[in-house]
């Protein structure tokens, strides 16, 4: 499974965003699809996921009122809508692809096997 990820990009604050993560093909290890992110010196951070099928969706508590993870499934495309961007929310953003998970390990960065380049995403004040 390979992943593209694009739409990032330079954005003041209070902006959007829509990034976008092209999947090559849906297998039983791209079921579900996960944002994160990664600023510089920080660790990596989850952002939202979604399931393929079923369309559940799981986001990160601090970005669940600005952040919305859907998909097209004719297009085998996750999309991420930010809003109200900050300048804390600057960071390399990446896709990531894995296995069906139990919702309440779908914010796991280790349970997803295939990652995407990651795009960038700077938010100015």
């Known amino acids: 499974v390979q992943l593209q990820a694009s739409g990032g990009g330079l954005v003041q604050a209070g902006g959007s965003l829509r990034l976008s993560c092209s999947v090559s093909?849906?297998?039983?290890?791209?079921?579900?699809m996960g944002w994160f992110r990664q600023a510089p010196g920080k660790e990596r951070e989850f952002v939202a996921a979604i399931r393929w099928r079923e369309g559940n969706t799981v986001y990160a508590n601090s970005m669940k009122d600005r952040f919305t993870i859907s998909q097209d499934r004719a297009k085998n495309t996750v999309y991420l809508q930010m809003s109200s961007l900050k300048p804390e929310d600057t960071a390399v953003y990446y896709c990531?692809?894995?296995?069906?998970?139990?919702?309440?390990?779908?914010?796991?960065?280790?349970?997803?096997?295939?990652w995407g380049q990651g795009t960038q995403v700077t938010v100015s004040s």
């Open positions: 093909e849906r297998t039983s290890n791209a079921y579900t």
């Open positions: 990531a692809a894995g296995p069906r998970l139990i919702i309440s390990n779908m914010h796991n960065g280790a349970a997803y096997h295939n």
